[in-house]
T-cell receptor, first 113, second 106 residues
């Protein structure tokens, strides 16, 4: 199994508070991704990173920011949490190339009340 | 618009049945992935394929690049196969289907 850890696993917070989710990998993979998973939708890309300090937006990036100061860590911040951001968040990693496999963390269940 | 469509959305089978899950996509891809997600669990990769067919135990995945279609087959299904199966394709980014929820009844 790929070494990828998400924290926390569960989080309950109040509307308007900032929240940071952490993704840590031990695989030294270049690409890291944050997705959210909601009923009726496929996994949707929030932000991704293609290297240290190199990040870009995905299709549902509004209200989220990311940072990657080290290869192994990718942080997702909800600047001011809203109830629409209640979701399951998955971090994923990949190494570009012919055999580009995607490895996922265990997910973070976030509830914004 | 959904770049990846899966069918069926939900599937219930008796133990031992042969199961097929279908995936169609609309973008150019370099590879297609089949993923498995157990209830409350993480997501694991079952297959990555860019042509032809792959087999792993009771699972078989096929892809037809010209028709932009893939199938995941499970032979001799077992209750432990109960999970959500997700089709994903790699174009300029990864695109995901909404998943097929499979329940195998003993």
């Amino acid at each position: 199994d790929a070494g990828i850890t998400q924290s926390p696993r569960h989080k309950v917070t109040e509307t308007g508070t900032p929240v940071t989710l952490r993704c840590h990998q031990t695989e030294n993979h270049r690409y890291m991704y944050w997705y959210r998973q909601d009923p009726g939708h496929g996994l949707r890309l929030i932000h991704y990173s293609y290297g240290v300090k190199d990040t870009d937006k995905g299709e549902v990036s509004d209200g989220y920011s990311v940072s990657r100061s080290k290869t192994e860590d990718f942080l997702l911040t909800l600047e001011s949490a809203t109830s629409s951001q209640t979701s399951v968040y998955f971090c994923a990693i990949s190494e570009a190339g012919l055999n580009e496999k995607l490895f996922f963390g265990s997910g973070t269940q976030l509830s914004v009340l | 618009k959904n770049e990846v469509e899966q069918s069926p959305q939900n599937l219930t089978a008796q133990e031992g049945e042969f199961i097929t899950i279908n995936c169609s996509y609309s973008v150019g891809i370099s590879a297609l992935h089949w993923l498995q997600q157990h209830p409350g669990g993480g997501i694991v990769s079952l297959f990555m394929l860019s042509s032809g067919k792959k087999k792993h135990g009771r699972l078989i995945a096929t892809i037809n690049i010209q028709e932009k279609h893939s199938s995941l087959h499970i032979t001799a299904s077992h209750p432990r196969d109960s999970a959500v199966y997700i089709c994903a394709v790699k174009g300029n980014q990864f695109y995901f289907g909404t998943g097929t929820s499979l329940t195998v009844i003993p």
